[in-house]
């Protein structure tokens, strides 16, 4: 008897493609591709010949393809970060922190929202809003601070809804829905006749928030640590809440404002850092994504 061993080589020949599309233009060949592993119910056969299937083209050109999802991949960031976050190519989320994308958003607009949009709808419900209160908003340009103009305005029904920023963006506050945008380099809150049900406070001004609620009964609810008696809160983020929201994601009510110096592109990921600490970004500073569709 004799006995002969088979070489596999760790590499072969085999069409590929990466993205969805036409197969002209997304199917190529390349000559690097791994040969796969075989598991312990598998056996490796060399392909002699191979049928092509009406499924194929479909699958390449899109009609099968996975959910296109966004979220915060941290249920409490601030109390319990991951070790792994989304600033690189793949990440683990639980799935019950995602949500289906809304499909008129690009994948740069939804990745502005979660951790922001879940931020202000909290925020919002701790506080009972109504919409027969007044509320005013601290930080009113910012990624957090933008949404709660717009969650008052068009989910919560709010009748006055005034908000602050520096003068540039003054215009920007009244289109979300702003009935006065109050410019802090020239007006202090603690000083204006009207005093409100609520102030949400994003930019940790405390003082100023506890004094422009009104008096025994206003409400003052921040972002971050602040004395008392205002309060803050961690948020916890969940896909539900995106799913609630997703109507009026999907109507326009609710818009992403996206810092205008972005999306970064990802080999500029200091950068954006460098520009979120200036603390002049309005809305969100957001990295343009790798997207890859599996």
Known sequence: MSSSTVTVPTKMKGWVYSEYGDPAQVLKLESEVPVPDVKEDQVLVKVVAAALNLLDYKRMEGAIKGDEVYGNINEAALLQPKKYGSLAEYT???????????????????????????????????????????ILVLGGAGGVGSLVIQLEKHVFGSYKVAATSSTSK?????????????????????????????????????????????????????????????????????????????????????????????????????????????????????????????
């Open 92 to 134: 683990a989320v639980e799935e019950k922190l995602l949500a289906l994308k809304p499909q008129n958003l690009s994948f740069a607009e939804a990745a502005s929202l979660p951790l922001a949009i879940e931020t202000a709808l909290e925020g919002l419900e701790k506080v009972g809003l109504t919409s027969e209160m007044s």
């Open 170 to 294: 003054l215009e920007r506050l009244k289109s979300m829905g702003a009935d006065l945008a109050i410019d802090y380099t020239k007006q202090n809150v603690e000083e204006l006749d009207h005093k409100f049900d609520v102030v949400f406070d994003t930019v940790q001004n405390g003082t100023a928030a506890v004094n422009a609620a009104k008096s025994g009964g206003g409400r003052v609810v921040a972002i971050l640590p602040v004395p008392p008696p205002a309060s803050w809160f961690v948020v916890t983020s969940k896909g539900s809440a995106l799913e609630k929201l997703k109507p009026y994601l999907e109507s326009g009510e609710v818009k992403p404002l996206i810092d205008p110096n972005g999306p970064f592109p990802f080999s500029q990921t200091l950068e954006a850092f460098s520009h979120l600490m200036t603390g002049r970004a309005t809305g969100k500073v957001v990295v343009h994504p790798l997207i890859y569709i599996l």
